[in-house]
C-alpha cells in the first residue's frame, strides 16, 4: 500500500484512463461510448478520444453497431508473454520429437501482431537439404504454414478482420493472391485441422503447420514440420499425422 500511494504521483492520469477502459473488456464483452463514460465517470469526448487512440493501435476494434469490443493485439500481446513465459520450454521436446521422427526442421510460431507471425523456437532437422529459419523471423500470417494455422482458429470477426486489412502482395506464383482465395483457405484448414505453405513464401520450401490450442480452442501458436518441397510432398500424410500426434500429446499435458 505504501508503494502504491508513493508511486500514484508519477501515473500519467490519461494512460490510466485509458487502461482503465481496456480492462473493462475484460468482464464485457461489447461496450459504447455512453457505456464506457458512466463507468469510468468521464465525458464522452475525453472517453471518445481514448477510444479512437486505442482502435487505432490494434486495441480495440468498432463494430458496425458503433460499439468497441477487444482488438487482436490484445490477444497477440497475451500470447507473447505467454510464449516467453511459459510456452517455449513447454514445446521444445516436442520439436524435438518431431525432428525425430522426420528428420525435418521444426518450428514454433505465434502471432506477433495482427498481420504477422513470428518464429520463436526451432529444431533444426538432420539431412544434408534443411530449412533454417532464424528465431525472430516475421512474416506475413497467409505466406506460412504456422500463421494459416492460426489464424483459421481465430474467431470469424479476426479473419474477416484479416482479410480486409491485407494486401496480399505476393511472395512467389503460388502466394495467395486475394481476400476470397485466402477466406477459402481458411475454411479448407479449419476442416482438416492443418495448414500448407506450398512454396507460397519461398520456391522450393515446403511447410506443414498445426495449430496449439488451448482449453478454450483458441489458437495461442502453431507448430510446423518444413523442408524441401520434393521430399515434403512424397512424405505429406506421414509429416501431417506426426504433426497432429506430438501438437496433441502436448495439448493433452497443457490441460
Request: net charge negative; proline share 3%.
Amino acid at each position: 500500500m505504501e508503494n502504491y500511494e508513493k508511486n500514484q504521483k508519477y501515473v500519467l492520469s490519461s494512460l490510466d484512463n485509458a487502461l482503465s477502459i481496456l480492462n473493462l473488456f475484460f468482464e464485457n464483452d461489447e461496450m459504447s461510448v455512453s457505456d464506457i463514460s458512466a463507468h469510468m465517470g468521464l465525458n464522452r469526448s475525453t472517453v471518445f478520444r481514448m477510444l479512437v487512440t486505442l482502435e487505432n493501435r490494434g486495441f480495440l476494434t468498432k463494430k458496425e453497431n458503433a460499439k468497441y469490443r477487444l482488438g487482436g493485439k490484445i490477444f497477440s500481446l497475451g500470447q507473447i508473454a505467454y510464449s516467453r513465459m511459459e510456452l517455449i520450454p513447454l514445446v521444445h521436446p516436442y520439436l524435438e520429437r518431431i525432428t525425430a521422427q522426420t528428420k525435418e526442421t521444426s518450428h514454433l510460431a505465434i502471432m506477433d501482431d495482427d498481420n504477422h507471425i513470428v518464429f520463436i523456437d526451432k529444431v533444426i532437422g538432420t539431412l544434408a537439404l534443411k530449412m533454417d529459419t532464424p528465431e525472430g523471423l516475421r512474416l506475413n500470417a497467409h505466406l506460412s504454414a504456422t500463421g494459416k494455422a492460426i489464424l483459421a482458429y481465430k474467431p470469424q470477426r479476426i479473419i474477416e478482420q484479416y482479410a480486409e486489412m491485407t494486401d496480399f502482395i505476393p511472395s512467389t506464383e503460388k502466394s495467395i493472391k486475394n481476400a476470397d482465395e485466402f477466406m477459402k483457405q481458411m475454411k479448407r484448414i479449419k476442416e482438416r485441422g492443418y495448414a500448407v505453405d506450398d512454396e507460397e513464401s519461398e520456391i522450393g520450401l515446403t511447410c506443414y503447420g498445426v495449430p496449439l490450442l488451448d482449453a478454450s480452442g483458441q489458437p495461442i501458436a502453431a507448430v510446423s514440420s518444413s523442408g524441401p518441397t520434393s521430399r515434403m510432398a512424397a512424405n505429406m500424410d506421414k509429416y501431417i499425422e506426426v504433426l497432429k500426434n506430438n501438437v496433441k500429446q502436448l495439448s493433452e499435458s497443457m490441460a
